[in-house]
């Protein structure tokens, strides 16, 4: 199976922190995305990546960044955290070509800036 | 503009009955899939049935299938015989159907719970 792992389950930061959050897959696929999951809101993409240190904005990039500098591994990075910010965050993985799958998804982070 | 709609925040079902879970959306584009995600306590996303748009016959997998009526831009879900195990978010999502990137647009969610 396809596994997406996103290494902290639960992480608590103070407000100014530069705050990283890692998402590795073990599956080749192309394609990594960031979403963040807030109630009522449902998911809103933050930036994707189709392939090494490429990366496009989504819907909310705004006070975050990324990096992926090998291709199982990306990043997202809030520069100066704030309170905003605190929500629970997604990573999912896709092969470049193989749109009917969807995507596979890590089990979330869930940050909280104080 | 892409969008999608699950007017339902909240639904709860008696264990062994009958739900459906509403999703309309919005796309100017004629290929596209569907999906139906569900998000348990565990948070583990984790997608309970998928829909080519070009495909009239409405997909099933198990106790959950689908209503799809592209018309109308509408895509249910049905789960029958409803377990404790059900009891999750279900978001509603589409792609755009092209090769690179593909972004996934999803609902708000619909919070199921289903009572013993």
């Known amino acids: 199976d396809v596994k997406v792992t996103q290494s902290s389950r639960y992480l608590v930061k103070r407000t100014g922190e530069k705050v990283f959050l890692e998402c590795v897959q073990d599956m080749d696929h192309e394609n990594m995305f960031w979403y963040r999951q807030d109630p009522g809101l449902g998911l809103r993409l933050i930036y994707f990546?189709?392939?090494?240190?490429?990366?496009e904005k989504g819907d909310i990039p705004e006070g975050y960044s990324v990096s992926r500098e090998k291709k199982e591994r990306f990043s997202l990075i809030l520069e100066s955290a704030s309170t905003n910010q605190t929500s629970m965050y997604l990573c999912?993985?896709?092969?470049?070509?193989?749109?009917?799958?969807?995507?596979?998804f890590g089990s979330g982070t869930r940050l909280t800036v104080v | 503009a892409q969008t999608v709609t699950q007017s339902q925040p909240e639904m709860s079902v008696q264990e062994a009955e009958t739900v459906t879970l509403s999703c309309t959306y919005d796309?100017?584009?004629?290929?596209?899939?569907l999906f139906w995600y569900k998000q348990p306590p565990s948070r583990q996303m984790i997608l309970v049935i998928r829909?080519?748009?070009?495909?009239?016959q409405n997909a099933t997998e198990n106790r959950f299938s689908v209503n799809f009526q592209k018309a109308a831009k509408s895509f249910s879900l049905k789960i029958s015989d409803s377990q404790l195990g059900d009891t999750a978010m279900y978001f509603c999502?589409?792609?755009?159907?092209?090769?690179?990137?593909?972004?996934?647009?999803f609902g708000t969610g619909t919070r199921l719970t289903v009572i013993p």
């Open positions: 796309t100017s584009e004629s290929n596209y899939y």
């Open positions: 999912a993985s896709s092969p470049w070509d193989s749109v009917f799958y969807g995507y596979t």
């Open positions: 990546s189709y392939d090494v240190k490429m990366k």
């Open positions: 999502a589409f792609i755009i159907y092209q090769t690179g990137a593909n972004n996934l647009f």
């Open positions: 829909q080519e748009a070009y495909k009239q």
